[in-house]
């Protein structure tokens, strides 16, 4: 696909989406070129190491019930934070990773899957109240 269109041929609606889509093609480029793919630090100053050990001393919450499942963490996070390392978002998704679902407002794709999660956890909840 060639993203690379002038807004003024794109429809008012879609052109949030065609922007967040040339942003992050753009971004994801550059992080794979000098960015840790997981904290989006220079390589020279990856955190991940550092975090692994934060969450294995300070995160790892008691586990619950085994009747309750952990709650989930769902992110939207703006398309200009994305590769950001100064953002904090990320933080939550590297230390939860199997809790955390990041979803990155106006990619098209992402914002589908937020609607089906939240569809399907508005399902189970009212399943669980019959």
Known sequence: KNFRMALSDVCPQERLHVRTEQ??????????SSRCA?????????????LAQLKRLHLE????PPETPPP???????????????GSAK??????????DLFVFGHAPDEARLR???????????????
């Open 23 to 32: 942003y992050l093609q753009r971004r994801r480029a550059e992080l794979a």
């Open 38 to 50: 997981h904290c989006w630090h220079c390589t020279s100053h990856c955190m991940c190491a550092a």
């Open 61 to 64: 919450p008691p586990p619950p």
């Open 72 to 86: 989930r963490l769902l992110i939207l996070q703006h398309y200009l934070e994305y590769g950001n390392a100064a």
């Open 91 to 100: 933080l939550l998704w590297q230390c939860f990773p199997d809790r955390t």
């Open 116 to 130: 089906a999660v939240l569809l399907r956890l508005h399902h189970d909840q009212q399943q669980q109240q019959q």
